[in-house]
């Protein structure tokens, strides 16, 4: 948790920044502590109260001595896609207002271990507590944040041939 305080302090001078970028629809990938710090606040393992920036609405808790850890599967509904992963974490995000699970797992503990959630997907933000290589494993994650992204740029959707990703 120590590096943890060391970014919460720095992050809150991009507090506005990032949040900014989000409500304008900016496509991000947060990854377990910057998913967690996107949101309200993370209760530490000594019971400190690290302060996020806000920019999503859930909060994570730390657990008493437990870890999840291992291989993940989740799936998403909207996308009719699963995706792969490890998990390593003692946090446990519970998701708020405006928020929807990355995906339903089907193996693993994903956010918390109680509501059968993996992730977050607010706007063009995706959250998530896989570890390792989330994109090179799932590789429709990868094409959907470039296509968000490219089509946030131009906007129109742009067509990314089958052949650079197949």
Known sequence: DFEQLIISED????????TSYIENDGVLLAICGGYQLLGHYYVGAQGEKIKGIGALDHYTLSQ???RFIGDIEIYNEEFDETYYGFENHNGMTFLGEGERPLGTVKQGKGNNGQDNGEGVVYKNVFGSYFHGPILARNKNLGIRLIRTALEKK?????????????
Request: hydrophobic share 30%; glycine share 4%; proline share 8%.
């Open 11 to 18: 992050i809150q001078n991009k507090k506005e920044a990032l």
């Open 64 to 66: 008493d001595n437990n």
């Open 154 to 166: 131009y906007g129109e959707p742009i067509a990314i041939p089958e052949t650079l990703y197949k």
